[in-house]
């Protein structure tokens, strides 16, 4: 057995090769006796079953495994995956109770997990071998057996690699293995579910001007998987993007909300309709479905970030700060917006230049060019949290001027920076009849109660703005504002 590196989805990080800071730049799964073991999905296969687990009870297997021939005492298990905080053995002692049901009601006749009395747990003598899966070779499905198990894999390693959209090519390299599995098998609805996911992560981190390819593209995936299985929640969620990305936000939220009742324990579906919810002002309603998400999926920095935000404009900024730090521990980067605002709502101006230009550096020294002209991010990062007027102006103008060169839709920091600064006729005109597509999750950022926000909800141009791009039709059916009720 070979296994040099482990990470823990809760608490602190192990790092070592084959990690980043924590997150994985690669994806391993290995065998445990009768079971595939994928650590970065919390999931166990056995033959045909695909067995969810969360991510503590994986965080507990994953030691284990790591300290494999050792035994592993209680006081251990504590630190390592629990550290700092105070916990009693019988969350230990669940832990190994479940994961020893798991693995007996699937194969009764091995032992994986022993006691030693008093003292620990160690893993039993269970063969264990690791695989690291390479990026996706062109025609490597010509040299492929067409067998379900080639097709998992491939769908496993996407969805694994779909997790961490701020490592460069990720989502490229999810969309490329998904494809390949489709020339495996065409039929499989799940692929073409998360295949549509990955186009639409290319939206928002993708090429600026292949942003709406991407979105065709998406909606396309999720619709012939909705033709393959009606009873899936995923498509519907990336059918509803599509559909608000149009302007038709009414039509989002009524395909978010079915999407909940078919599929209400998959995090991407609880976090899209929260979204969508928060959206148009109604945060107080979506912050349940975030922390739906989150509790679903703890380790996604996005769910931690979407939370984060939806807190700040509910006004509980200890809370907002928390999150949004747990968030850029996750490599979220977007998520140091979110935590310069919570400096700034609390009065703290330098933190919140600080902060957004760490994190204006963080996403260029990641992106490069695709994050924008770099003269824009070294010369005004610090002054987008400035309460003088005239320099939020003189920002805003700025910015604007530069993406009216650039004719291409506006880019994500660059609305950002135009939320923040309350530059309200400038957001309108940005988005003309819908949303700014790769840059809509910005539009979140309006139902603050500091005074910026309230320079965009307040402005005369606003109800028209928000009749241009479907919120008006949205509060009509799904109830106002909470900032304007």
Not at 116 to 140: D, E, F, M, Q, W
Not at 287 to 299: F, G, H, K, N, T
Not at 371 to 378: Q, R
Not at 381 to 405: C, N, Q, Y
Request: aromatic share 10%; with cysteine.
């Amino acid at each position: 057995m070979v296994i040099s590196t482990l990470t823990f989805k809760v608490g602190y990080k192990l790092s070592g090769d084959g990690w980043l800071n924590g997150l994985s730049t690669g994806i391993r799964t290995f065998t445990l006796g009768s079971f595939e073991v994928y650590p970065d999905l919390d999931r166990l296969c056995c033959g045909s079953k695909n067995l969810k687990v969360e991510p503590l009870i994986m965080n507990v297997l994953m030691l284990l495994v790591f300290k494999h021939g050792q035994l592993i005492t209680r006081e251990e298990f504590m630190e390592s995956i629990w550290p700092g905080v105070d916990v009693s053995d019988e969350v230990l002692t669940r832990a190994i109770s479940v994961l020893r049901k798991l693995f007996r009601a699937e194969d009764p006749g091995t032992t994986y997990i022993e006691t030693v009395a008093r003292r620990g747990y160690c893993l039993a003598n269970a063969i264990i071998s690791t695989a690291h899966s390479p990026s996706p070779i062109v025609g490597a499905a010509n040299n492929a057996s067409s067998s379900k198990k080639d097709v998992d894999a491939l769908y496993f390693q996407a969805c694994a690699l779909l997790k961490q959209p701020f490592i460069e090519g990720a989502s490229r390299n999810a969309v490329a293995y998904l494809g390949e599995a489709l020339l495996l098998d065409d039929t499989s609805a799940d692929v073409h579910a998360v295949l549509g996911e990955g186009y639409y992560q290319l939206v928002t981190h993708g090429d600026q001007k292949s942003k709406k390819d991407m979105l065709e593209l998406a909606a396309k995936s999720a619709k012939r998987a909705i033709d393959l299985d009606p009873d899936l929640g995923l498509p519907l969620t990336i059918w509803a993007m599509e559909r608000f990305l149009a302007g038709d936000i009414v039509g989002a939220l009524d395909l978010a909300f079915r999407a909940f009742e078919l599929s209400p324990d998959v995090s991407d579906v609880a976090m899209r309709l929260g979204y969508l919810l928060a959206i148009i002002g109604r945060t107080r309603q979506a912050i349940p479905y975030y922390e739906l998400a989150v509790s679903l999926d703890p380790a996604r920095g996005r769910n931690l970030q979407s939370l984060a935000q939806a807190k700040l404009c509910n006004d509980d900024f200890d809370e907002a700060e928390v999150l949004a730090e747990k968030a850029i521990a996750l490599h979220h980067l977007f998520a140091y917006d979110t935590y310069a605002a919570v400096a700034y709502a609390q009065g703290h101006d330098a933190l919140a230049a600080e902060r957004f230009t760490q994190g204006c550096n963080s996403m260029y020294g990641m992106f490069g060019q695709k994050f924008g002209n770099p003269d824009v991010w070294e010369k005004f990062p610090g002054l987008v949290f400035s309460r003088d007027p005239v320099i939020r102006k003189t920002v805003a103008d700025w910015l604007g001027a530069h993406e009216k060169d650039n004719d291409e839709p506006p880019s994500i920091p660059v609305m950002v920076v135009f939320m923040r600064t309350g530059a309200a006729e400038a957001i309108f005109e940005a988005c003309g009849t819908s949303p700014p597509i790769g840059a809509h999750g910005a539009l979140l950022r309006i139902w603050g109660g500091v005074d910026t926000c309230r320079m965009i909800y307040t402005h005369p141009g606003f109800p028209a703005f928000a009749a241009r791009i479907g919120m008006k039709s949205a509060w009509e059916k799904y109830g106002k504002p909470d900032r304007l009720s």
